[in-house]
C-alpha cells in the first residue's frame, strides 16, 4: 500500500493509530492540530497531512449569516459531538457569538445519537435557531436533523452544502469538491515521492453559502436581497 486517504477526522485517527510508517491523506478534517492529527499545520511531522475543515472566521460567519436571515435572533442552540469537536473550535464559536450579543446553549449528543431528544432539549430552551458543528456523524444523520429542524421550527445554517441538499435553511463552509480535488494533488505528490511531513496541511480557500428558499418558506422565513446575493447557490 502507497497511501491511505482517511475521510474524516475519526477514519484518519483510526489510520493513524494503525501505521506510522504508510503515508495517510486526510481531505477534511475539521480541526487536525486540535485533534491531534498533526503536530501543526505548518509542519505536520509524522506520515499524515492534508487538508482543514475549519477556517478561524468560519464561526463568526456563519452566526453572522444565521442573524442575517432571522432577525432578532438571540439565543442560539449548537449541537456538537464531543468526540469530534476540538477544544479550539468551541472556543471559536464562544468568541463569536459574544461579539455578536448571542447566548449559546450547547446541545451535546453522544452515542447511540438521540437526536430527538436534543431537539426537544432546543424546544424547552426556547432556542431561536441552530447551528450544527462539522461532525461526519451529523452528515450521515443529515435528513434526520434536518426533518427535526423542521418539525421543531429552528432555523439552522449547517457545515456543508448536503445540509441543505437535504432540506436544511442554510449551509456555509468550504466546498467540498475544492477540497477533495485539492486532496488528489497531496495523493500525487506522495506518489511521487514527497513526504507527508514536508507537505503542510491546508486550510481551506474556497467556501460556498447555499440556500434552500423552500426551507425558509415552510419557516415563514423572508430572506433578505442582500443575504440572497451572496449566496453561491439558491435551492428552489
Known sequence: MDVILAVGGQAAAVAQHATR???????????????????????????????????????????????????????????????????????????????????????????????????????????????????????????????????????GIFPDRVFADAGGLMSYGPSLTATYHRAATYVDKILKGAKPAALPAEQPTKFELVINLKAARALGLTLPPTLLFLADEVLQ
Request: cysteine-free; proline content about 8%; overall charge negative.
Open 21 to 155: 510508517t504508510i503515508p495517510i491523506v486526510f481531505p477534511a478534517v475539521a480541526d487536525p492540530v486540535g485533534q491531534g492529527l498533526v503536530a501543526s499545520l505548518a509542519q505536520p511531522g509524522g506520515n499524515i497531512t492534508g487538508l482543514s475543515f475549519q477556517d478561524p472566521e468560519l464561526m463568526g460567519k456563519r452566526l453572522e449569516l444565521l442573524q442575517q436571515a432571522v432577525p432578532g435572533v438571540t439565543r442560539v442552540a449548537y449541537l456538537w459531538h464531543a468526540a469530534r469537536t476540538s477544544a479550539h473550535v468551541l472556543q471559536e464559536l464562544e468568541t463569536a457569538a459574544r461579539a455578536l450579543g448571542m447566548q449559546l446553549q450547547p446541545v451535546e449528543v453522544r452515542d447511540p445519537y438521540p437526536f430527538d431528544q436534543a431537539f426537544a432539549t432546543m424546544a424547552e430552551a426556547h432556542a431561536d435557531a441552530l447551528i450544527t458543528l462539522p461532525s461526519g456523524v451529523f452528515a450521515s444523520r443529515r435528513t434526520q436533523i434536518v426533518d427535526l429542524a423542521s418539525k421543531t421550527r429552528l432555523p
